[in-house]
Each structure stands twice: as structure tokens, then as C-alpha cells.
């Protein structure tokens, strides 16, 4: 494919959750499989084709409902897919997190061997995953999702993760969640701070220019055009920890919150220190036109009301003045809560599984990752969150044709043409991974 000079995007190509937030209030559901036969993994993706939601119609009504399915690298491997296409993807990618966990910090209970299983093992090779506003919505694309390999022999279930928005639509430690989104050129989704220029398409999406002017390619072009990388953990959070963190810390309730708030950059409603550095305002919190609509370098060079450290701050610096340049590398993150939450005032672990299925997207996955882990380590603490796996994903494209992360020739006779938005896992028999986009795949023989 020769480089495409206009940039405007193929939005019937792209996976609907690489360009869209994500609904508030929200559930979802994740989906494991491990194809066994490789016929009946062709035969999937030719199913999948008919079930993904693409980022066509972001006006649409239905938008706030999609499902997605991914591959793993272990994935694309099952599929056919030749050494030499899957080594023109990112080294990340291929090498797999688990290969860099003492760099990352993933020791002791976060190291690889603890990570939840199957996650960590190479069985997992597709994820679908359906997101809605309801659960009555999510029921019936979940139901067209599972058409898509009930009763299919060589295709196997091996994992389940539900999610969901508690009734605050806060994370397990009481934030707000879900309150930043860049826009992007072309996507025709606006962003959540009208103060900030859309970013190149080319920073989340490959296949486009990006911030630099940079285009980056795969081989063949159509495996990674459209798609992007993403990484992904699973956190568990220890909730009562963190509370006695804040208690030990604090003298008074409301130096308790004021603590919280400049680890995150937020208070606990959402209201931003950089608008609001002295005392919570819930109103200004849950008002979406107002509390993401603020910059950092005229009022707050030196991080006085926002610390440079926080969780806010490192995640997106906005026009700080910063050992580079902020627009580069930007993420879009995506996070989804999963299980109870423990009680107000609840000072004691009670068991519980809680935590954060925590997505990263853009197109460079290092640079995501390193951020993303130093900055989680930094304002929350490796004392409050373990994390139980880790995946480094990618997602390709949607074919035309079909502790607080177009005829690849796969074989002779056999024309794989993967255009797939997919997920993660690398060549690393212990990375764990997944991620969620989309797929579309036309094979013939």
C-alpha cells in the first residue's frame, strides 16, 4: 500500500473503543479464548467479522454499545500468521512485559509467577470484550458475541472478568473515574478539555501521521494500519490499605483528603486541584464541561497546587514544561472496576477481589508503559496496589474486506488477510496478556 498522504481516518477500520471513552455509568464483560485447530480459528475471525463495532458513527445511539475481540500475539501466531509480519510489529510487543519486570518494578507479588491465570500462560490467544451503558444492552451484544463460538470445535472458553461502575461511578479507592479524553484529528469525538488542540491521529493510531510527522508501518502495511498497541493490567486494590495510609498520614479527616487529592491531582469527586487547590467541590467534579477544562504552565509551573508526581499530572502534563515535549506519546486510558466495593469507613481487608481492569492505548507502547507504571508506583504506592497481570497488547486493524497498565501469505496457498484491532501477549511464554479490539479477518484457501 503506497503512504497515504491524507490523513483522514478510516473510521469503518477502526475498533470503536480505540476512539470512544467509554459510557458513564458503564458494565462490561471480558472473554478469554485458546483456539486449539487453526480452521476453527479462521472460522472465528470470519464470525467476529459480523460482531465487532466499528468507531463509524460516533453519534449513533448504540454507540455507548460495542464489542471488540482481540488477539494476542500467541493469537496471530495460531492464525498462520508468518514470523516475518509479526516481527514488524513493536519489540515490546513481541518481547513481552514479563521479559522487562524487574526494569518495571514487577517484583515480589507482582513478579510474572503471580500473575492471575491463564493470563500468564500462552493459551490465551482471542478476547472479545462487549462494553454498554446497561445491562440489559450488554446481555444482547453479549449474546452475538457468544454466537461466535458456542459450539465450535477446536474453541475453547477459558476465562471470564465482569466489570462494572459502582453506584458513585467511582474507582475502588472513592476517585471518579473515567473524566479525561484527548481528542483526536479526524475521530469526531470531541475531547474532554476544550483548552487542549486535537492531537495527531498518528499518536494513537498507526497507519497516520503523528505529532513529529512520523507515519509508523508494518509488513505488510495492512496488519498494523488502523490498529494500535495497548498495554494492560489487572490491578488488585488493596482498599482498607490505602485508607489506613491516608489515617497514619493525616491528623484530621480532612487532611486525609487532602492527602488522597495530591496523590491523584484530584479530589475524590473528581474537582481538580488545579481549579479547586484548597477544599473539595463535588459540583464542579461531576460537571464534565468544567472539571477537565484547565492547563498547568501559566497558573502552576512548579506543580504547587498539582504536584508534578501525581497520578493527573505524570499521566497527561498538559503544556507543563517537561524533559520533552507533552503532545508526544500521549495515552488514552480505559479503565473498567471490578469487584464489591468495600464499605465507608472499613478499615480492614475483608477478602475480596477489587480492583481495575487498566488499559493504556497509543501507538507507542513503551513510552505508555514506562509513564503509566512509574506514575501508578509513584502517587499510589506499591503498598496499596498488587498487580495480578500484566499484558502488553496491540491492536491491528478492522479489515475492509471484511500495586495502586491484505495476503500476509502465511503459508503457500493460504492468503490470511489480517486487518485486526487485537491484544496483546507476546513471544514470552510467561507474559500475560490481553487486550480488546476489534477484528476483521478474510481468509481464503
Avoid at 277 to 291: T, V
Wanted: net charge neutral; glycine share 8%; hydrophobic share 35%.
Amino acid at each position: 500500500m503506497p503512504e497515504v498522504l491524507n490523513d483522514k481516518l478510516e473510521l469503518d477500520d477502526i475498533q470503536s473503543g480505540v476512539l470512544r471513552p467509554r459510557p458513564a455509568p458503564y458494565v462490561a464483560t471480558y472473554i478469554a479464548l485458546r483456539i486449539d485447530d487453526r480452521k476453527a480459528g479462521r472460522a472465528l475471525m470470519r464470525r467476529a467479522s459480523q460482531v465487532v463495532t466499528s468507531a463509524a458513527n460516533p453519534t449513533s445511539p448504540l454507540a455507548d454499545t460495542w464489542v471488540s475481540v482481540a488477539l494476542t500475539h500467541q493469537g496471530l501466531k495460531a492464525l498462520g500468521v508468518p514470523e516475518q509480519s509479526r516481527a514488524s510489529l513493536a519489540w515490546e510487543f513481541r518481547q513481552g512485559m514479563a521479559a522487562r519486570a524487574s526494569e518495571l518494578g514487577d517484583t515480589g507479588e507482582s513478579s510474572p509467577e503471580n500473575w492471575e491465570k491463564p493470563l500468564g500462560s500462552e493459551d490465551v490467544h482471542v478476547v472479545l470484550v462487549a462494553v454498554s451503558r446497561d445491562e440489559q444492552h450488554l446481555e444482547a451484544a453479549l449474546d452475538r458475541a457468544r454466537k461466535m463460538y458456542q459450539q465450535m470445535e477446536g474453541i475453547t472458553a477459558i476465562w471470564r472478568q465482569n466489570c462494572h461502575a459502582p453506584p458513585n461511578e467511582k474507582e475502588p479507592f472513592g476517585f471518579r473515574d473515567g473524566i479525561s479524553h484527548p481528542a483526536i484529528e479526524g475521530s469526531g469525538v470531541p475531547g474532554s478539555n476544550p483548552q487542549e488542540q486535537p492531537l495527531k491521529a498518528g499518536e494513537f493510531v498507526l497507519g497516520y501521521r503523528d505529532e513529529l510527522g512520523g507515519i509508523q508501518k508494518t509488513e505488510p502495511e495492512v496488519l498494523g494500519r488502523n490498529g494500535t498497541y495497548l498495554v494492560f493490567r489487572k490491578l488488585h486494590q488493596r482498599v482498607a490499605e490505602f485508607r489506613r495510609y491516608l489515617k497514619t498520614n493525616s491528623t484530621h479527616d480532612q487532611d486525609e483528603e487532602l492527602l488522597a487529592a495530591k496523590m491523584m491531582g484530584r479530589w475524590r469527586s473528581g474537582a481538580p486541584l488545579a481549579l479547586c487547590p484548597f477544599h473539595d467541590n463535588p459540583e464542579l467534579g461531576a460537571d464534565s464541561q468544567r472539571n477537565n477544562d484547565f492547563l498547568f504552565q501559566a497558573d502552576d509551573p512548579l506543580g504547587l497546587k498539582t504536584p508534578g508526581g501525581s497520578h493527573a499530572r505524570r499521566c497527561n502534563p498538559r503544556d507543563s514544561a517537561i524533559a520533552g515535549v507533552a503532545r508526544l506519546h500521549r495515552m488514552i486510558r480505559r479503565g473498567t472496576a471490578y469487584g464489591p466495593i468495600l464499605p465507608e469507613g472499613v478499615m480492614e481487608d475483608d477478602g475480596a477481589d477489587r480492583g481495575l481492569m487498566f488499559a493504556f492505548v497509543g501507538a507507542y507502547p513503551l513510552s505508555l508503559f514506562n509513564l503509566s507504571g512509574s506514575t501508578m508506583e509513584s502517587s499510589l504506592g506499591q503498598q496499596v496496589t498488587k498487580i495480578r497481570f500484566l499484558a502488553r497488547a496491540i491492536s491491528i486493524s478492522r479489515c475492509r474486506a471484511a500495586r495502586f497498565v491484505s495476503g500476509c501469505k502465511a503459508s503457500p496457498g493460504l492468503s490470511l488477510r489480517v486487518a485486526v484491532n487485537t491484544a496483546l501477549c507476546p513471544d514470552c511464554e510467561r507474559c500475560a496478556g490481553l487486550l480488546i479490539l476489534k477484528v476483521r479477518l478474510r481468509v481464503s484457501s
